[in-house]
């Protein structure tokens, strides 16, 4: 059965790799499911505003990759200057 734990903060791994959220029993990185929200709202609302799944659909993945690379690449900065590397 799929379950999801929803801390109200999400917490940080033992081994430093950024919030996380357990889903199922596997850790999802937080930007992950920013991501595939990010990419859920893009594509409602532009099949709303459009009625045409293809610029939509277009549109949706786009951002979904955005915002992955953005927030993965912001994590790792992060992880970085905690360290004081």
Known sequence: MT???FATTPHR???GRGASV???????PLY???ALAAGLLVFVALLVITQAMQPA???AA???????WA???YWAGDRVTRSGR
Request: glycine content about 4%; charged content about 25%.
């Open 3 to 5: 379950t999801a734990d």
């Open 13 to 15: 791994s033992a081994r």
């Open 22 to 28: 357990n889903l199922a029993g596997t850790e999802w």
């Open 32 to 34: 992950k499911l920013e």
């Open 57 to 59: 659909v277009l549109a």
């Open 62 to 68: 786009a951002a979904t990759v955005v915002v992955w």
């Open 71 to 73: 927030r993965r690449l």
